[in-house]
Structures are given as structure tokens and as C-alpha cells.
Nanobody
Framework: QVQLVESGGGLEQAGGSLRLSCAASVSISNFNVMDWYRQAPGKQRELVATIFSGGSTSTADSVKARFTISRDNAKNTLYLQMNSLKPEDTAVYYC??????????????WGQGTQVTVSS
């Protein structure tokens, strides 16, 4: 059974940094795509950053140049380095992973989330 466990959230002041981690119970090299999403109170869940199995990445415009997604296959861990934090970054951050089978099916996995709160 695939499990994703996030850690590293907490309370930080504006301008500070946090690094989120997402530890997988299986080899992350199995995942075609891994992402970080976030959901602020009263808002829809939004995609923050994506890393593909080949190593290419993409980040949302709202966090570009401040957040960096990376992965360590040896540790089966996904990271999100968050710098220059802003109060509007306050949200629950979720780790997500997708496996695409050779037969065209996709399997999605989610972590339970970690709270990030940025004070002004």
C-alpha cells in the first residue's frame, strides 16, 4: 500500500523559509509525476509545483522564484523548499503522486497534509 507522509510544516514569519518533506512508503522512481498542492481556508486546492520522472519541474506563477520542488530517489522523499514566505502562502500543503500504467490507467495518491502558517 502506498503511503505519503508530509512533514516540515509549522509557523514561520513572513520572509522566512521552510522545507517540506514527503516520505513515500515505496520507491518514488515508480511515480511518473509528483506534486505539491495547497489549500487555504475557504479556497480550492491549487497546484503549487510539479516534478516529472525525468527531473523537469514546473511551479505556479504565485510561487515562482520562491519555491523549489526536488526529489531524492535514494531517500524516497519529495521536497518543497519555500523561501521568502508570505502570509498568503498560509495553507495546508499536500503531497501527491501519480502512477500511469502501460494500459492507460492512472493511480493517484495523496498525503494527509501539513499545515503551513505564515505570520505578517
Amino acid at each position: 500500500q502506498v503511503q505519503l507522509v508530509e512533514s516540515g510544516g509549522g509557523l514561520e514569519q513572513a520572509g522566512g523559509s521552510l522545507r517540506l518533506s514527503c516520505a513515500a512508503s515505496v520507491s518514488i522512481s515508480n511515480f511518473n509525476v509528483m506534486d505539491w498542492y495547497r489549500q487555504a481556508p475557504g479556497k480550492q486546492r491549487e497546484l503549487v509545483a510539479t516534478i516529472f520522472s525525468g527531473g523537469s519541474t514546473s511551479t505556479a506563477d504565485s510561487v515562482k522564484a520562491r519555491f523549489t520542488i526536488s526529489r531524492d530517489n535514494a531517500k524516497n522523499t519529495l521536497y518543497l523548499q519555500m523561501n521568502s514566505l508570505k502570509p498568503e502562502d498560509t495553507a495546508v500543503y499536500y503531497c501527491h503522486a501519480t502512477v500511469r500504467s502501460p494500459f492507460g490507467r492512472s493511480y493517484d495518491y495523496w498525503g494527509q497534509g501539513t499545515q503551513v502558517t505564515v505570520s505578517s
